[in-house]
């Protein structure tokens, strides 16, 4: 019994080890969903300024375009992390998450497997891995879509969103500026292109609906909890098996 346990343990260790270096695994052009291969919607819209609050903070957002996207989620930041001060010092509780998502022929040729993501409290940033993957990526069908939402529940689905997601996401491309304690504390602004930014797109948008239309982890996902379980139950197993003697 002591023998099976203590393989137990090893091979759910192994199984941690492989499918935690898996479950952001990015997939394979082939699996790519068609309405991924377009552009995003984008349409001029008036209205008047909204007024939320969120955590005691007011917030004017200034509707700007109707906005839908399509995109694969090649790298992710969620501003509730315990490193992201930034967020807090500005007062930011409605930025929950950022998406960095590639469409058009980035996801349709492939060549986002060759290039390298990654994202800080404010900006995504690539870096091709071959001379090939720097031709072919164009950088104007890459955007980090900063998501804004007052709704508890629509942060918690953003937040359940991982790397390896292919999402339909739709809002407003938004300004806001934040007030607290009756001062005004400063104004975040939309791009409006994916090409006005020297380091990609970075869209403001408020959502108002995100699906998740495939995830390459999931499995890998599943597969990581399952062996989180098997070596919880393992340890637990072993500490009531009774004490082995050796002769």
């Given at each position: 019994?002591?023998?099976?346990?203590?393989?137990?343990?090893?091979?759910?260790?192994?199984?941690?080890?492989?499918?935690?270096?898996?479950?952001?695994?990015?997939?394979?052009?082939?699996?790519?969903l068609e309405n991924v291969?377009?552009?995003?919607?984008?349409?001029?819209?008036?209205?008047?300024?909204?007024?939320?609050?969120?955590?005691?903070?007011?917030?004017?957002?200034?509707?700007?375009?109707?906005?839908?996207?399509?995109?694969?989620?090649?790298?992710?930041?969620?501003?509730?992390?315990?490193?992201?001060?930034?967020?807090?010092?500005?007062?930011?509780?409605?930025?929950?998450?950022?998406?960095?998502?590639?469409?058009?022929?980035?996801?349709?040729?492939?060549?986002?497997?060759?290039?390298?993501?990654?994202?800080?409290?404010?900006?995504?940033?690539?870096?091709?891995?071959?001379?090939?993957?720097?031709?072919?990526?164009?950088?104007?069908?890459?955007?980090?879509?900063?998501?804004?939402?007052?709704?508890?529940?629509?942060?918690?689905?953003?937040?359940s969103v991982r790397i390896?997601?292919?999402?339909?996401?739709?809002?407003?491309?938004?300004?806001?500026?934040?007030?607290?304690?009756?001062?005004?504390?400063?104004?975040?602004?939309?791009?409006?292109?994916?090409?006005?930014?020297?380091?990609?797109?970075?869209?403001?948008?408020?959502?108002?609906?995100?699906?998740?239309?495939?995830?390459?982890?999931?499995?890998?996902?599943?597969?990581?909890?399952?062996?989180?379980?098997?070596?919880?139950?393992?340890?637990?197993?072993?500490?009531?098996?009774?004490?082995?003697?050796?002769?």
């Amino acid at each position: 019994m002591h023998r099976l346990v203590r393989f137990a343990m090893i091979a759910s260790l192994a199984a941690i080890a492989v499918t935690w270096w898996m479950k952001d695994e990015l997939p394979p052009a082939a699996r790519i969903l068609e309405n991924v291969y377009d552009e995003p919607k984008q349409a001029r819209v008036g209205g008047k300024p909204a007024d939320i609050t969120v955590n005691g903070v007011n917030y004017r957002l200034h509707p700007r375009y109707a906005y839908e996207l399509s995109g694969l989620v090649v790298s992710l930041h969620d501003s509730d992390t315990w490193w992201d001060y930034a967020h807090k010092a500005w007062s930011d509780y409605i930025n929950v998450v950022d998406l960095c998502v590639v469409w058009g022929d980035n996801a349709k040729s492939g060549v986002y497997r060759d290039v390298g993501f990654s994202n800080n409290q404010w900006e995504c940033h690539w870096q091709p891995k071959s001379g090939a993957a720097n031709s072919a990526f164009n950088s104007a069908q890459v955007s980090n879509n900063h998501m804004v939402t007052d709704d508890p529940a629509v942060a918690k689905g953003l937040r359940s969103v991982r790397i390896g997601d292919q999402v339909r996401m739709t809002g407003y491309l938004i300004d806001y500026t934040t007030y607290k304690g009756g001062q005004q504390l400063g104004t975040r602004v939309s791009s409006e292109t994916r090409t006005d930014t020297g380091n990609g797109a970075c869209e403001v948008l408020y959502i108002e609906s995100l699906q998740v239309l495939d995830s390459a982890g999931r499995r890998w996902r599943l597969g990581l909890n399952i062996a989180l379980g098997m070596l919880l139950l393992s340890v637990v197993t072993w500490l009531f098996l009774p004490v082995k003697f050796d002769d």
